[in-house]
């Protein structure tokens, strides 16, 4: 699910942040279920639940929610020991994990919340770790004991153990291990989008193996429902174009054929194609369209089907501030506020390289292409949705659930953490409506292909969509498709991830949609202005991460004034 962000500022996340070290979270997990042998019955399985739940000898205090809760209230336990014995009877998972301070804080403070079955609850601060942890719980508290204490709610009835739970034909493993069936869950969603990616990678591979070298760079995106995980783009590719050129006035040009910048794009094209078919006057097609109207006709856009999720897939960390180094210690009293700007903040690409805005190690000629860093990039992403201006005129903000990050070489993604999920935090009361700051679950998995060294071959990228017959060579340095690619548009060789072929779609997909409003548009750059919402939820972002501490991102010159 989707974790919704509370304020924390640059300054914030040097109070207390990088790296946890061993010891600095605490945490509470169930005692492992009962093992069950392959080919045991229904009947063994009551059996073993029975065993683990049957109450202790005699003589062993009586323990039930109503009673720690009232030990808690007449002062004879604290708060931090009340939410650990709620765990142990209620069967919850528990941590108090070590986070960022929040607000204006001015001096050193520790600072901890309390997370219960993957829910975080309000942060609370200390002068020391123990007193934040007793914060942390305090608050915590204050949210959950009104749900076991509501007039809905029945606690159960004091007992040696942990109240055995209603058994019609079995209890099931959800029912006595939620936690444990939380994390199996997740580890197997994982799995299936992991298989997902490595099968699509390997049947679009294996017709044409000279590309096979591009493999290490991937990065997908996959739409998961009830019925499975499907690839639905993919894109390889490590550079940005090598020089500005005139060509991108016409729009025929791709800048930045970086692995997820690439597989973005051919998500929206994935995106448009599901648009004509909503659109269509057939039935049949608009019924296998992944999108909705909304069901009460509040909003005018469209939206993703409820059972639908996007996760996306990298096989390397994206350069930038998510390559931060594990090892780096963000205290204030041992590394200067030069050094961490630098790690942390926004960053830019110039040929494959990555450098901090507020570096000067890099050559600012103008004739030189520059963009912003991948990590940056899906930060904003984040925040204002990855459908990109043009398909907001037509549907909500489309978020990822997950990052799935496969790269052999990573230990941790606490980088990647920092950097797309806190540097926007705080944000979403200032956004207009629909737009928020959205919190991935981040995890490492296995990688669906080895990085190769054959440097020449990786300046080009390859991409493709659910729906393409083939897929397509782009030339990272160029910008163009390359004339050994499997899909060729034309003689001129413009990609089909080109802006002047996002331009062409949106067009087709205002005609079916009916809106003359968009038909009018004149050029690129005005189809993209008449996003409103969009371009003022872009501002605010840019301007909150300025305010933060992060830097400047980078305004390219006016460009886009190209039409089909």
């Not at 799995?191 to 099968?199: E, G, M």
């Not at 490590?238 to 050129?245: A, D, G």
């Not at 060789?493 to 072929?501: E, I």
């Amino acid at each position: 699910m989707f974790q919704c962000s509370r304020g924390a500022s640059f300054a914030q996340m040097l109070m207390k942040d990088l790296p946890v070290k061993p010891g600095l979270t605490e945490a509470y997990r169930p005692p492992s279920a009962p093992s069950i042998s392959h080919g045991q019955g229904k009947d063994v399985f009551c059996q073993q639940v029975n065993n683990a739940l049957t109450p202790a000898p005699a003589g062993k205090p009586k323990m039930s929610p109503k009673w720690v809760i009232d030990k808690y209230k007449r002062g004879e336990t604290h708060a931090v020991s009340l939410l650990h014995q709620l765990a142990q009877i209620l069967q919850f998972h528990l941590e108090m994990k070590e986070t960022v301070t929040t607000g204006n804080v001015t001096r050193l403070y520790f600072a901890f919340c309390a997370v219960i079955d993957g829910v975080e609850y309000k942060t609370g601060m200390g002068i020391t770790k123990k007193d934040a942890r007793q914060k942390a719980a305090e608050l915590a508290l204050q949210d959950l004991l009104p749900t076991l204490e509501g007039p809905t709610s029945v606690l159960p009835e004091a007992s040696d153990a942990p109240p055995p739970l209603p058994v019609k034909e079995g209890p099931s493993i959800s029912e006595v291990y939620p936690c444990r069936v939380n994390r199996e869950r997740k580890n197997f969603g994982n799995l299936q989008i992991l298989h997902a990616v490595r099968n699509q990678l390997f049947k679009l591979m294996n017709n044409h193996l000279e590309f096979y070298a591009q493999a290490g760079t991937t990065a997908a995106f996959i739409l998961q429902t009830s019925s499975g995980c499907e690839v639905v783009a993919l894109g390889t590719g490590n550079f940005n174009i090598k020089e500005s050129c005139s060509a991108e006035s016409s729009g025929r040009t791709v800048l930045d054929s970086h692995a997820v910048v690439t597989a973005r794009r051919s998500l929206m094209r994935f995106l448009y194609r599901h648009l004509l078919m909503f659109y269509s006057k057939t039935a049949n097609l608009t019924e296998k369209s992944i999108f909705q109207q909304s069901s009460d006709g509040s909003s005018s856009f469209l939206s993703l089907k409820g059972s639908i999720t996007l996760h996306l897939y990298v096989n390397q960390l994206p350069k930038g501030a998510a390559q931060i180094p594990s090892r780096l210690n963000l205290n204030p009293l041992s590394i200067s506020a030069w050094q961490v700007n630098n790690e942390m903040s926004l960053h830019l690409s110039v040929e494959g390289k990555v450098f901090s805005v507020f570096s000067s190690a890099y050559d600012q000629s103008a004739s030189r292409a520059v963009s912003m860093s991948a990590t940056d990039k899906i930060s904003q992403w984040q925040v204002l949705g990855y459908q990109g201006a043009l398909l907001s005129h037509f549907i909500e903000p489309i978020y990822v659930d997950s990052i799935l990050v496969g790269d052999s070489c990573c230990s941790d993604t606490r980088g990647m953490e920092m950097s797309v999920s806190q540097r926007a935090e705080g944000i979403t009361s200032q956004l207009p409506v629909y737009y928020c700051m959205i919190r991935p679950r981040i995890s490492l998995v296995s990688s669906v292909a080895t990085n190769s060294a054959d440097g020449g071959q990786l300046t080009h990228g390859i991409n493709w969509s659910e729906g393409d017959s083939s897929l397509e060579v782009v030339d990272g340095l160029q910008g163009k498709t390359i004339e050994e690619s499997p899909f060729k548009s034309g003689s001129a060789l413009a990609s089909r991830l080109c802006k002047a072929a996002m331009l062409h779609r949106f067009k087709m997909v205002a005609k079916e949609a009916q809106r003359p409003d968009l038909l009018a548009a004149t050029s690129y750059r005005e189809a993209k202005g008449m996003a409103k919402a969009y371009q003022e939820a872009k501002r605010v972002l840019r301007a909150y991460l300025l305010q933060q501490g992060f830097g400047l991102w980078l305004v390219k010159p006016s460009v886009g004034e190209f039409s089909n």
